[in-house]
């Protein structure tokens, strides 16, 4: 009696008794209650539905693109060491105008004489170390003032010997107190002679930049086609080695050798964004529709 009196005020607080069951331990017969969530108040799992479905894509697909920055930032960095590796140590082709326009950082030999009353300069520019690479060197210095810590890149026609085409010949950087031909007499080649360097093409310059004023012959960038206008050249530019400039270099600039390789990559802020984005999702999704 007592124990249909203790059931029925058992169910009046929405409890629900299974049947007991018996475990033995120690020659003692021991009662267990398992106890069960009311039907109305038990938490149905969430359905995920189109709707889910349709969310789901947002994080994969940003997962991919990061994969994909992932791929490119390894293509790129493979792709700026493989020119690196054809700038400094490839052996160079003989020059060809109808080939050499509109190709970059391909090594050439050329001979040809300066036309050295057409010189213009480009800058302000740092130094690039001997060994003409893309990292920035630091800023050689010829002197203790604050202007023989900045150069400029000196740029000059070339005649093409046989042919009598005019190219444009970056012969390399000079600090900011030799600028003007009478203070590097002994650096100005005349004559025949032969030159190695790396073609070029345009420019890509930022906002930052100042635009070229070709009035006043004050050059801030190469622009091939500008220039070649002022000079009466091809548009054609070529970045002197250091080799073929030791002997100017010798006798106060221009020091060759500049060539930067300017490839851009910034494919690791992309694939963090594209990761970050995945990771947003994916949370965003679990907590919707699974947890």
């Known amino acids: 009696m007592t124990s249909l009196l203790a059931c029925k005020q058992i169910r009046r607080c929405n409890l629900q008794l299974v049947k007991p069951t018996l475990r033995s331990t120690n020659d ?16 149905e799992p969430k359905k995920i539905g189109i709707a889910g479905t349709l969310f789901l894509i947002a994080p994969i697909s940003t997962f991919c693109l990061g994969v994909w920055q992932y791929n490119r930032r390894s293509w790129k960095i493979s792709t700026i060491a493989e020119l690196q590796q054809k700038v400094t140590k490839a052996e160079p082709v003989s020059f060809d105008l109808d080939e050499a326009v509109g190709v970059e950082y391909q090594k050439v ?17 740092s130094y690039i170390d001997g060994s003409g690479g ?3 060197g630091g800023i050689i210095s010829f002197g203790s003032g604050v202007g023989d810590r900045v150069g400029y890149h000196v740029v000059t026609p070339f005649v093409v010997s046989g042919t009598g085409d005019r190219i444009l010949v970056n ?10 031909q009478e203070q590097r007499p002994q650096g100005q080649i005349s004559g025949l002679t032969t030159i190695t360097g790396i073609l070029r093409i345009k420019e890509e310059t930022s906002s930052m930049v100042p635009p070229n004023k070709v009035e006043t ?4 960038s190469r622009d091939l086609e500008a220039l070649s206008t002022k000079l009466s050249t091809r548009p054609v530019f070529v970045d002197l080695d250091l080799e073929s ?6 006798y106060g600039g221009p020091i060759g050798g500049q060539t930067r390789i ?6 690791v ?8 984005m995945s990771a947003v999702t994916t949370l965003l999704w679990l907590k919707r529709f699974i947890w």
Do not use: C
Not at 262 to 267: T, V
């Open 28 to 43: 003692q017969v021991i009662r267990h209650y398992a106890k069960r969530v009311p039907r109305g108040l038990q938490q």
């Open 109 to 125: 030999q050329v001979t040809g004489s300066f036309d050295n009353s057409q010189e213009v300069l480009i800058g302000p520019r």
């Open 171 to 180: 012969r390399g950087w000079v600090p900011h107190t030799r600028l003007q």
């Open 269 to 276: 802020q992309y694939m963090l964004t594209w990761f970050g």
């Open 217 to 220: 012959n004050k050059w801030h």
């Open 245 to 250: 400039s030791r002997a100017a270099a010798h």
């Open 134 to 136: 893309s990292g920035a």
């Open 262 to 267: 300017s490839l851009r990559n910034d494919h």
